[in-house]
């Protein structure tokens, strides 16, 4: 709610030239909501609380995709969830080598939201199909390579772009801009893009099986961590994304949300990696080849 009110005062503020957004400290950018509490709510049947923190939550962020004024967002540390929809929608992201990106919403029986329906599949290849299944991190220059952010400067030079910001506004990006290592998955782009082009989660496994090769393996195993259904749901939702704007993509989110907390993988994902921590969930079906195709269409009407 803070972010909210300060960008409707600054908007018409004629002295706010850009809007800067950086995390407190040097550990995280933002970790993402508190999904403890929304299971707590599910759980009890109370389902006011949730409602009004994703309908809030999503309109922050498309204010943000459509902001008046340059919006710069400092990632320096964790940036999950909650954390990437207060950025990604930003025109300028700045990482530093130590900003680490994930969407592991899969391994909690959910689903990327915050608009990562309609970010995701604009990365390039197919890309944000393959971190929005996997949950795999995506670290430092990488994360420009793979679209998360538009500049990377490192760390001891990001307080001084953030006074030069306050000073000259958005042209002060070009000036700490350093140039990106090499991207550390180029040469797996060519089959993940094969791999994740496919249409059904089964068939993305079947392709990977064949591959044979160290990132193929790894992929699979992060694969068989998640929820089946997760999978299947969110693939569907990402397809959908292709084809919306961030307005639609974030009204059907929305909708997704609450089937996909209505499944019984949404609680016992938050139980096993962040109540329990056991990190060994019992997901229903427990493999992809159980899901049923009919029971993901009806999540989305």
């Not at 049923?292 to 269409?297: F, G, N, R, S």
């Amino acid at each position: 709610h803070a972010i909210t009110a300060a960008l409707r005062q600054w908007q018409d503020e004629p002295h706010v030239h850009v809007v800067v957004i950086e995390g407190a400290g040097d550990r995280a950018f933002c970790a993402g909501g508190d999904i403890r509490a929304f299971r707590q709510h599910h759980l009890e049947g109370d389902h006011g609380p949730i409602e009004a923190f994703f309908t809030h939550e999503y309109a922050l962020n498309q204010m943000i995709g459509t902001y008046p004024k340059p919006y710069v967002a400092l990632i320096d540390g964790i940036c999950m969830g909650g954390g990437i929809g207060v950025s990604v929608h930003a025109p300028y992201r700045v990482a530093t080598e130590h900003a680490m990106f994930a969407m592991p919403e899969t391994a909690i029986g959910f689903f990327p939201d915050i608009g990562a329906t309609y970010f995701l599949p604009r990365l390039p290849g197919r890309i944000g199909f393959y971190l929005g299944l996997t949950g795999a991190r995506v670290i430092g220059a990488d994360a420009v390579h793979a679209g998360f952010g538009t500049h990377f400067t490192p760390r001891d030079r990001i307080h001084a772009l953030s006074r030069a910001l306050a000073r000259d506004g958005a042209g002060a990006l070009a000036e700490f801009a350093t140039p990106l290592p090499p991207f550390s998955l180029a040469s797996q782009r060519e089959a993940l893009d094969r791999c994740f082009g496919a249409d059904m989660v089964l068939e993305i496994i079947q392709r990977l099986r064949a591959e044979e090769s160290a990132w193929a393996r790894e992929t699979l195993k992060l694969l068989r961590a998640v929820s089946p259904s997760a999978l299947c749901w969110t693939l569907k939702a990402l397809q959908r994304g292709e084809g919306m704007t961030l307005p639609q993509a974030l009204e059907a989110e929305l909708a997704l949300t609450r089937t996909a907390m209505a499944h019984p993988d949404f609680a016992e994902g938050v139980r096993a990696m962040v109540v329990d921590k056991d990190r060994v969930p019992k997901w229903q079906p427990a493999r992809i080849e159980e899901v049923d195709p009919l029971v993901i269409a009806a999540m989305f009407g």
